[in-house]
Every structure is written in C-alpha cells, then in structure tokens.
C-alpha cells in the first residue's frame, strides 16, 4: 500500500508558516548578510535564555556541536570519553575525530540511557569526559552522572540533539553539562531548513574558545589563536529558527499529547513504552516502542502505509568503521536494545486521527504477532 502516514513529513510545518516563512527568506535574502550575523546573534540570546544558561554559540549544525566541544575542552590523542553505544553515529565520530578513545558502556534497559553505575566503573586514569544522550528526548540521569563526573574531576558534554525541551525537576536538560551540544538539522524538534548546530554552556572561557574555533580560530580582535574549524551557522537558518522558538513550548506539548495517546492505545499490547520518572519531563524527539518482534511489526505497519523508522539497528560498538576506535567490554542491554526498538511518527502535525490510527494498528500487529 502507498504510505497513506509518513514517519515524517516536513512540509506540513512549513506549509503552515506560509507567508512568514517567506517573508523571512526574503528579508535575509535582501539584507546581505548572510552568515554569523543579526539573527544567529538574536537566536543565541533566545537560546541561552531558553535553557537559562550564560552562553550559546551557533555552530553549523550538531555533529559539529559535539565535536567543537570537545576539542575546546582540549580533549584528544591519549584521552578517553565515556558515551553511550545506543545512539546517532554522529555521538561516537565526535570523539573518534579528536583523536580521543571513545569508551561505549551500557545502557539502562528502561530508558535505554547510559547507566550510571557502568559509566563509574568504566573511569581510569585517561578519562577525561563523560558524554550523556538525552535518548529520543529522555534525559539522561544527570544527577547521579554529574555526581561521578565531579568526583573524578571529568567534564560531562550532553549530547541534546534529540531533546530540545526536556527537563528534570523544571531545569532544562542542556544546562547541567560543562557544555551541551543542540542540533538544529529540519528533523528535530527545532529544526532549520537546512543544517544547523549550538552549543550552550556556562563557562565563559569555553564560550570564548568555542566563538574562536567555529570561525578558523578568529579570536574577534583580528588574530587568529588556534587551527579552527569553518562552522558558522548561516542568517536563513537563524531567521527560520527564530520564526519557529516561538512555536517551540507548544509542540513538544503536542509532541507530549501523541505520546500519551501512544502509551494508552498500546497499554495492553506487550510493547515495552517509554518512562518516564518522577520530575523528568520527555521531549519525544522520537517515540520508540521495545518489542520482541521488531522487523515482523516494521513489516506490517509498511504493508498498512504506515511509517516508521528503526533508531537504531545496530549499536555502535558493532559498526565495523567505528568500533576500531573504541574501548569496550560486554554491552548487552545495548545489543538487546538496538534489536528490539522501533519509532513511531510524532511530528507534531500528525492529526488526531492519524495518531489514532497508527497506534490501532500497531496494537493490532502486535496482537496478531503474540
Ligand atoms: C542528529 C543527532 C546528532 C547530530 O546532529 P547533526 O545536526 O545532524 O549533525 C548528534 N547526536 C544525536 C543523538 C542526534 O540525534
């Protein structure tokens, strides 16, 4: 059947903003300024003040983010970073390209976010950096891993990319790092219409180094301080997501109100479905369902056209190209993790009765299924 409900579709978002949007592309187009000017300026304060944080550099997108991040905290050969084996490759390559040893340990099983008590044991005397992901919008447990990070003397770079809105106890997830990477690519929950990336922080000195790094090194006064990168985010951009912030608080409500429609209509299906614990507020960049007959219900949502994508198959210690770059024991909640999940559309202008209707049928396959 042709696919009557797509995983995602962007279209619809920007339909919506028709003439404004528009009107903004213009605007930037006539102004002649066109990178690291005006509006990237307007959308770092609203950032910043967004995730009540000091500072917030734009970066051209959320790879970039990570990986800016990193080197500014002068990690690199001879160092090790703690992540998290479950996640977007571009997590893991971040570290791989500063030259630091990537150390995946495993997950928690019930929200498929780094344990904790794995990421204590696995410190040594190389570690440097302890790197979270807020896994499809559910913070990671940033007390207890800050906790062991400030013991240890180690930063702690949240990867945010997927959870732009989440919070613990009303704080925003984000704010609890040395520094925090967001990503702006038009997927996510804020999203531009092309790539984009920033990194929020509360380290003035970092900030500085960041302004630097983004834009080959140019410390603002003419000089150039060290080998930087080219990662300046673009005015469009900045002028989109501007339009967009101010949708930001009410769709990830909707984004919040698909989940709990989700989580009802599959209550009784077997699914293991997203938790969520006391004080910590989900912002369902995606939203995944565990199930043991993953591929058989992939297959049958596709025949009954509906989308659905799989985040993510395999983890990342597994990747041939990317595990000679690691250091890691035996990551079982991971491998289990990356076999048994499957996410379900939520972009937020998903109807009611669209909603409605993939949640019956999933409910539907997974009974058929058991
Ligand atoms: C999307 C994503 C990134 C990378 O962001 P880009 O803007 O695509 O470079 C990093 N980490 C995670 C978890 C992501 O989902």
């Known amino acids: 059947m042709a696919e009557r409900i797509p995983f995602v579709d962007l279209r619809r978002e920007h339909l919506a ?25 307007c959308l770092e304060r609203a950032m910043a003040d967004y995730l009540g944080v000091d500072h917030a550099i734009a970066v051209g997108s959320g790879s970039d983010a990570l990986r800016l991040s990193l080197v500014a905290l002068d990690i690199g050969v001879g160092d090790e970073v703690i992540t998290t084996p479950f996640t977007f490759a571009a997590t893991l390559e971040a570290i791989v390209h500063t030259g630091a040893t990537p150390v995946p340990v495993d997950i928690d099983p019930a929200t498929y976010n780094l344990d904790p008590r794995a990421v204590a044991a696995a410190v040594t005397a190389n570690t440097r950096a302890v790197l ?12 207890r891993i800050c906790a062991i990070a400030s013991s240890h003397g180690l930063a702690v770079v949240e990867d945010c990319a997927q959870s732009l809105g989440a919070r613990i106890d009303g704080r925003p997830a984000g704010s609890f790092g040395t520094a925090a990477a ?13 790539d984009g990336g920033l990194i929020a922080t509360g380290d003035a000195e970092l900030a500085r180094r960041l302004r630097g790094l983004r834009n080959h090194g140019d410390n603002g006064t003419g000089g150039y301080d060290s080998a930087g990168f080219n990662s300046r985010l673009d005015e469009i951009q900045a002028a989109v997501l501007m339009l967009k912030l101010d949708h930001l608080d009410a769709r990830v409500a909707r984004r919040r109100h698909i989940a709990a429609r989700y989580n009802q209509l599959l209550a009784a299906s077997g699914a293991q479905l997203p938790t969520a614990g006391a004080g910590v507020e989900h912002a369902y960049g995606c939203y995944t369902l565990g199930v043991a007959g993953r591929d058989r219900l992939r297959a049958q949502l596709g025949e009954a056209g509906i989308g659905s994508a799989l985040y993510y198959a395999r983890p990342l210690h597994l990747h041939p190209r990317l595990a000679a770059a690691c250091r890691y024991g035996a990551l079982p909640h991971a491998e289990a993790a990356a076999a048994r ?21 999933a409910a539907q396959c997974l009974e058929r299924g058991a």
């Open 182 to 194: 967001f990503s702006f690519y038009p997927t996510k929950i804020l999203g531009g219409i092309g």
């Open 132 to 143: 979270p992901v807020h896994l499809f919008g559910l913070p990671a447990d940033m007390q």
């Open 341 to 361: 999940c499957l996410s379900l559309p939520i972009f937020p202008e998903l109807s009611d009765a669209e909603v409605d209707d993939v949640a019956l049928t």
């Open 17 to 41: 903003l028709g003439r404004l949007l528009e009107a903004r592309l213009i605007e930037v187009a006539r102004s002649g300024r066109y990178v690291l000017g005006p509006y990237v300026e």
